[in-house]
């Protein structure tokens, strides 16, 4: 049992975004003060992350009880900050304030409408995300969870045309579809089973209970295709629809909040829902958690090779994200502590990654108005600092040295092959060679076309300086990661609540 | 004073309706204040009961005085499963007659006396059919009630409102008569009219001629049932509802909608808690099995017929058809801690509340923008930014999104169906939660998207920021804005309470179980 | 065709379920079937209003004594049922204003059924037999302690008798001696006096119809002539209203909510 | 309570019901409804319920029927079944 | 013969009927076309409840339920229809019970009175409800100009309907 501190940092943390939300939407008027306070809740917010590491770093835990039990649940409403979750927030609300940055520029660029409401679900968004990352109980997970289902989905529409009324229902409809089919009665029966203890401290929820195999696999499969967030196969069609979203949209919360938030979720299941002794049941041919890694395995190579064929940059990355996500998921359900460390590292290593090659992708949509890849052969020439960024960020979704990708991608790796499955072992490294095919050629074609393009005249220049910094920022930071991991990697260490 | 009680929540609207029928008739401005007066009385009296109840115990009280033997009188009875479901229908009434302001007698003000005599009278029925105790009297106030909703369904109703009011007598008689036999059937047996009494002989194990096994009791407990059943429109008697409900004046359809069947559904629950004991139901007739799959097609085919409807209140009628399938099967689940009864009686207020919510939210689009099908709901969060809320938490409720009731309920009833082995009636659940989540969010998307969408990403546009106050365009155009005071403070008061009643839930479960917590509570004054 | 079916397979299930629990019953006339006997040794209901009703009301009619007395809860309510019918009749079908004067020179739609020159003949016999109905009316209502009848029977003579009026002569003679406004305010005083009754024994710090401690207001000679007393003036309550209601859904149905020239 | 008086009303009830269903003229339908409340109340007051016979009497073969005329009257006196 | 119908019919032969009235009227409820006969089958549906209500109550040689007293102050007050009772019952009885007030009337000899108050309730309630049912249906002959069902069905269909 570690030492647990009280604090309201958590609560701060999680706070600042949603009071910035009613500021935001009274000074509609005021652009520039809208915009400063949308800065000034990220800076907060950071700040109040970064407050909590070196309580984290003591190996203690903070704990801050919102409600003292839910009636009639008897479950509080709960936030308690461990290594996971640091790791977690301290991805989302660094990269908060970069993509703000970035948001003014690309919505300032693009001239869009309905901008404070923009600004203001962002900002809403942000808090469910904190939440989701703090939360102490399974119940207190899935209010935010939902939460940031509804909060985002304003965003995902934001064009308000067909596309955007299709691609918001999608993502609608998978998500909440999933979480009433699945994730509702998993903690339903999660709850009964535990006798009313859902909280993430101590042993593992079900850890006394006798979950037979075939229950235990149903409940899991049940919990990880209701996080559907997590867009494991076959439910994962909402993220490619999603990308209709405006490109801060995607590069946050398609790459980093939404997404991250599936796999945290399901991290948070296998590790501390389950116990492991429950998960290593035999099914006959397979263990229980075999079955999660199964799954995982079936969408990293299927969702890889998905991402060749997509023209389209953003749906090419979108796929590429549901792959990654499944390293994590494939990380966590390997039943092993530097496995599982090495998932909670990518979900920081792929945010930094994936973030920047969204970026970039909005830099040339705002600089060009291009989004197809064959329409960007060239590019390079004309924008060699986004281009130069995308390739930091690629070699960082690969998981090449030097870049941060190459960290969390190795602990997995060596997990896979400490447990012995040469299988998944097999799978990962089948994987980032399909991530070298599909990443690599499009920059390499951007900055050595094989002729003349039509990016040979002088019209075409970088993006304004609002959406080129933010990229810089993010793509350093992958590099920066890789000399300087120790501090996540400590946060990461014993996942697992029971052995 | 104290000791009166239930007799003054029945009586308030009753002298009420009365007055109105003297001097209202003359003087239209008499009508209001003492349907407010009158309501009050009614709802400060649940109130005042159900702190009686749950502070001291059940209130029995027996009109003109006689009390022994049992059954001799006509016994009135407040205990914990009721208390709740006044203080409901006194809420949902009150709340309704804030909506009625300046509705009534649209068409002819004439009648507005008229209209208001039948609303209390209705409340007069509502408050008796829940507190009585006596299965004879109970059948005379579902008439009361009945009547007076015929007459609010076909006055001032267009065609096809009509000819449902007249389906609506039908089946209603139907039901009320076979409700009657059954209490026939139960009298030949037994010989009392008291529900007590009733349960006391049926549980009687010396006697000879063994009433609790015998075929006319099993008989009468069909007859109840399903005469109870047409009257709340369970799945396969529900014909009579979504056309009397849909086409009836707005002001009729937000009070019979939340009431009427959740009526019902108490009544049936006091039937097989109070008259036949649960163990009696479950265990020696032990159909759980067969009604919990009815209630299952209930939902699904009410989900389904639901997701077919363009009409906003059709829709929400077929929505009741499920609900009641929720409530029915919550209350048969059977589960050894009664967590399905209890769920099914949580159902009850928070889906009176939930239905009331949404009512009233089509009342008003319906009056406000002419609105009666859901294509005609477009850019309605711009154009009604206040009635968009009722809406929306409405929905969610619908839904089941923590932290309103319908989350709660939902999850009551669903830890009932597991704890009972129904992993049918959880599929039903969930599915029926799917169907609402894709009907709501089909309004949300036509409420949130403008008139047209517009023909891909149009970069043109004005980036003036206050978009979202202006409107688009053609769009602004905006009829009237919002709603009056006296239809958004009961839309907006209902949805407060799903809220409350979804936070405080646990307190409200508590209540609730207390009616399983004490056996004595189970069989009255016997046991 | 398909309702047709539906109807027999609905009084095929119905009624083979109704005989099935009748194949469970007590004789017919059986004195000792539970319903007449009670189970077990105890006193039943029924017993216990036969051998105490007089003891308890003085009242010979036990009929009555139960109606207005032990179960005077439910005639209370049965009398809102007729009040609650007629203002329903009176809220669907009554026309007003403009409306009702362009109705009102509508002949009636099936001419077959009139016959106007018999005219003479029933409006003599109607008038000479009216009085006497109408007393005979008020009979049944002071009487229903004592022989069948009471406030509902008499009521509902009563307003048939009016209802002969109108058949008689035509519905706007009728409404010259019984007007609207009267009907309506009678039928809610009927309640009132009712309701009344009950309410005052509240006052007198006793249950709702308690009528036995009306002895303090009606000075009889004990509690049980005060609830015979109290019966009938609920009697007379009941049998205002009833006769008012009647005679106001014969209106409305006959003349199609215009009463004026109606049958 | 004479038996076969019983069972002969009994049965010119049922005759009664079936026949007032069967007319296709209203009129008849509703005269002959009248006949049967008669004969119902005959039957209670044979069975000893002399006010519920009374009441029958005045309302079931009395007002009813006469609402039943007011509304043909006003409506339609043919019927197709 | 006459045995075989004491003890198999007689008991139930009541009941029976009720039975069948009621599927009479139900049948007419559900099947006929026309509103006026359905309301007439709805009313036969009534009855047929009160006439099962009523027999329940009967006992055999059993009188009426209205007391023959003998009270001083009552002297004279028994109606005329009720003179032979009258007799029957000073046969029956050894003792007046005005001597003694605790012994009321044989209970086996009076008819069970409280089937005919539920009933004198019943039949009010289906008066009340056959005179709504009446001017709902004069309504719809208001607005459609048919009283038959599948006519105003068609009408409804037809979308000669005005919502």
């Known amino acids: 049992m570690q030492e647990s501190v009280n604090s309201l940092l958590p609560v701060w943390a999680c706070l600042c975004s949603l009071i910035a939300v009613p500021l935001i939407v009274i000074f509609r008027k005021e652009i520039l003060l809208r915009e400063m306070i949308t800065f000034g809740a990220a800076f907060a917010k950071f700040g109040f992350v970064l407050a909590m590491v070196p309580i984290l770093l003591d190996g203690k835990v903070i704990t801050c009880s919102l409600i003292e039990g839910v009636s009639g649940l008897n479950v509080p409403i709960l936030f308690r900050v461990d290594g996971l979750g640091m790791v977690f927030a301290l991805v989302a609300s660094s990269l908060w304030i970069v993509t703000s940055l970035y948001g003014v520029g690309y919505m300032r660029g693009l001239k869009e409408h309905s901008q404070t409401r923009f600004f203001a679900f962002f900002a809403l968004s942000l808090c469910a995300t904190l939440g989701v990352a703090f939360a102490g109980n399974l119940l207190t997970l899935y209010l935010f969870y939902e939460m940031l289902s509804l909060a985002t989905w304003p965003l995902v529409t934001h064009h308000q045309d067909k596309e955007a009324r299709t691609g918001g229902r999608t993502y609608l409809s998978y998500l909440l579809g999933t979480s009433i089919a699945f994730a509702i009665p998993a903690l339903i029966f999660t709850f009964i089973k535990s006798g009313g203890d859902l909280s993430f401290a101590g042993p593992a929820i079900l850890a006394s209970t006798d979950m037979t195999a075939w229950s235990s696999v149903i409940l899991l499969m049940a919990f990880a295709f209701g996080f559907s967030k997590a867009g494991m196969m076959p439910f994962h069609s909402w993220l490619p629809g999603a990308m209709v979203a405006p490109t801060p949209v995607s590069a946050l919360l398609h790459a980093v909040a939404v997404v991250k938030v599936g796999v945290f979720c399901v991290i948070r299941v296998v590790t501390q829902v389950f116990d492991m002794t429950t998960l290593r049941q035999s099914l006959g041919a397979l263990n229980v958690n075999e079955v999660l890694c199964w799954f995982a395995s079936f969408t990293i190579i299927a969702s890889s090779l998905i991402a060749l064929t997509q023209d389209n940059l953003k749906r090419r990355l979108a796929f590429s994200t549901i792959g990654q996500l499944s390293y994590i998921i494939l990380g966590a359900a390997l039943l092993h502590d530097v496995a599982a460390q090495g998932a909670a590292l990518h979900i920081a290593a792929h945010a930094v990654g994936k973030i920047t090659l969204f970026m970039c992708a909005g830099a040339i949509f705002v600089a060009t108005g291009k989004k197809y890849l064959s329409q960007m052969v060239g590019i390079g020439r004309r924008m060699p600092i986004t281009m130069g960024a995308f390739f930091i960020g690629s070699m960082s979704v690969i998981g090449l040295p030097p870049t941060f990708g190459f960290v969390s991608k190795w602990h997995i790796f060596l997990g896979a092959l400490s447990t012995g499955q040469f299988v998944f072992v097999i799978v990962l490294i089948a994987s980032s060679i399909l991530n070298i095919a599909y990443l690599l050629p499009p920059v390499w074609k951007a900055f050595f076309p094989s002729g003349p393009t039509e990016f040979d005249d002088e019209g075409i220049k970088e993006a304004p300086w609002t959406c080129v910094a933010p990229l810089v920022i993010t793509s350093t930071l992958c590099i920066v990661l890789f000399f300087f991991p120790n501090e996540l990697i400590s946060l990461t260490k014993n996942l697992f609540a029971s052995k | 004073m104290i000791d009166q009680i239930p007799a003054i929540i029945v009586l308030a609207p009753l002298f009420g309706a009365m007055i109105i029928g003297l001097f209202g008739i003359r003087d239209h401005r008499v009508c209001l204040p003492v349907v407010f007066i009158s309501l009050l009385v009614s709802l400060g009296a649940s109130v005042a009961a159900a702190q009686q109840v749950f502070n001291v115990g059940t209130i029995n009280y027996f009109v003109g005085g006689w009390e022994k033997p049992l059954g001799i009188g006509i016994h009135l009875k407040i205990d914990a499963l009721n208390s709740l479901v006044l203080v409901v229908i006194g809420v949902v009434v009150m709340l309704v007659s804030f909506f009625s302001i300046r509705r009534v007698g649209e068409r002819d003000t004439e009648k507005t006396p008229y209209f208001y005599i039948l609303y209390l009278l209705l409340c007069v029925g509502l408050f008796g059919i829940t507190i009585t105790s006596d299965a004879f009297n109970l059948f005379v106030l579902i008439e009361v009630s009945s009547l007076t909703s015929y007459a609010l369904i076909a006055m001032g109703s267009n065609k096809r409102g009509t000819v449902a009011a007249f389906n609506y007598v039908i089946m209603g008689t139907v039901g009320a008569s076979f409700y009657l036999l059954g209490v026939g059937y139960l009298y030949l047996k037994t010989g009392s009219l008291n529900m007590d009494g009733i349960h006391a002989i049926l549980m009687l194990e010396t006697n000879d001629a063994n009433v609790g096994a015998s075929k006319a009791t099993t008989v009468a407990f069909i007859f109840i049932l399903v005469g109870i059943w047409i009257k709340m429109a369970f799945f396969p008697l529900y014909g009579w509802l979504p056309n009397a409900y849909t086409y009836c004046p707005s002001t009729s359809s937000c009070i019979l909608a939340p009431l009427m069947t959740k009526v019902s559904v108490y009544v049936m629950i006091r039937v097989m808690i109070t008259v036949f004991g649960l163990d009696w139901v479950f265990v020696e007739l032990g159909w759980s099995q067969l009604v919990v799959w009815l209630a299952v097609i209930a939902i699904l085919a009410g989900s389904m017929l639901a997701l077919a409807q363009r009409e906003i209140k059709k829709m929400l009628c077929y929505l009741i058809v499920a609900e009641v399938g929720y409530m029915v099967g919550g209350a048969w689940l059977a589960d050894p801690d009664h967590w399905g009864m209890t769920g099914a009686l949580y159902h009850i207020l928070a889906d009176a509340m939930m239905t009331l919510c949404l009512f009233l939210f089509a009342g008003i689009v319906a009056k406000r923008l002419g609105a009666f099908e859901i294509s005609d709901l477009q850019g309605l969060f711009k154009k009604m930014p206040i009635t968009s809320i009722g809406l929306v938490i409405g929905a969610l409720a619908m839904i089941g999104v923590p932290p309103t009731c319908g989350f709660f309920s939902k999850f009551y009833l669903i830890r009932g169906a597991i704890e009972g082995g129904h992993w049918e009636f959880v599929a039903a659940l969930l599915i029926s939660s799917l169907v609402n989540a894709v009907l709501f969010f089909r309004i949300f998307e036509i409420a949130y998207f403008g008139n047209k969408p517009a023909e891909g990403h149009d970069h043109s546009h004005d980036h003036s920021d206050d978009s979202i106050e202006e409107g688009k365009g053609s769009d602004s155009t905006v009829l009237g804005r919002e709603a009056s005071w006296s239809s958004l403070f009961p839309l907006l008061a209902s949805a407060a309470i799903i809220i409350l009643l979804g936070v405080f839930n646990g307190e409200v479960v508590a209540l609730i179980r207390v009616t399983f917590e004490n056996s004595n509570h189970l069989s009255g004054l016997f046991r | 065709m398909l309702t047709k079916v539906f109807a027999t397979i609905a009084v095929v299930i119905t009624g083979g379920l109704l005989l099935y629990g009748v194949s469970d019953f007590p004789a017919f006339g059986d ?140 519905l706007n003679a009728a409404l010259r001696r019984f007007s609207e406004k009267t009907y309506l305010t009678l039928a809610c005083v009927g309640i009132l006096i009712y309701a009344g009754f009950g309410l005052m024994c509240q006052f007198l710090e006793r249950n709702f119809l308690d009528y036995g401690i009306l002895q303090k207001v009606l000075f009889t000679d004990g509690p049980e002539m005060a609830r015979s007393h109290s019966m009938l003036g609920v009697e007379v309550g009941v049998a205002f209203t009833v006769t008012a209601i009647m005679f106001a859904i014969y209106a409305n149905l006959s003349s199609r909510g215009v009463l004026k020239n109606g049958l | 309570m004479i038996f076969a008086f019983d069972i002969i009303i009994l049965i010119f009830l049922v005759v009664a019901a079936i026949i007032s269903l069967s007319v296709k003229d209203l009129l008849s339908s509703a005269m002959i409804f009248g006949i049967y409340g008669f004969l119902i109340c005959l039957l209670w007051a044979e069975m000893g319920a002399v006010d519920v016979a009374f009441t029958e009497a005045a309302v079931g073969a009395g007002v009813s029927a006469v609402f039943f005329i007011a509304t043909i009257y006003n409506t339609r006196r043919r019927s197709s079944d | 013969m006459s045995e075989f119908i004491q003890t198999n019919v007689q008991p139930y032969f009541n009941f029976w009927i009720y039975v069948v009235l009621m599927m009479i009227g139900l049948w007419a409820l559900i099947a006929k076309n026309n509103l006026i006969k359905k309301l007439i089958g709805m009313s036969i549906f009534q009855t047929a409840i009160i006439l099962f209500y009523v027999s329940l109550g009967v006992k055999d040689g059993s009188t009426i339920p209205i007391l023959d007293h003998h009270g001083p102050e009552h002297h004279e007050t028994a109606d005329a229809g009720h003179d032979d009772v009258h007799e029957k019952e000073h046969g029956k009885k050894a003792e007046p019970h005005h001597a003694d007030d605790h012994v009321g009337p044989n209970p086996d000899t009076i008819a069970n009175p409280l089937p005919h108050v539920l009933m004198l309730t019943a039949i009010v309630v289906g008066v009340s409800t056959l005179g709504v049912a009446l001017a709902i249906g004069q309504m719809i002959f208001k607005e459609f100009g048919t009283l038959e069902e599948n006519e105003i069905l068609e009408q409804i269909k037809a979308g000669n309907v005005d919502d």
């Open chain 3, 31 to 170: 004195p000792h079937s539970p319903a007449n006997a009670g189970v077990g040794n105890e006193e039943s209901i029924s017993q216990y209003f036969i051998t105490q009703t007089y003891k308890d009301t003085k009242v010979p009619n036990i009929v009555t004594a139960v109606l207005a007395d032990y179960r005077g809860y439910d005639t209370m309510f049965e009398t809102v049922v007729i009040f609650a019918a007629g203002i329903a009749i009176f809220a669907i079908l009554r026309v007003t204003g403009n409306e009702a004067e362009k109705k009102s020179i509508k002949p009636p739609l099936d001419s077959s059924i009139n016959g106007d020159h018999q005219r003479i003949i029933v409006g003599t016999t109607c008038r000479i037999v009216i009085p006497v109905v109408q007393m005979f009316a008020l009979y049944v209502v002071a009487h229903g302690h004592h022989s069948p009848g009471g406030g509902f029977q008499g009521g509902v003579i009563l307003g048939a008798s009016f209802i002969l009026v109108a058949m008689s002569e035509d």
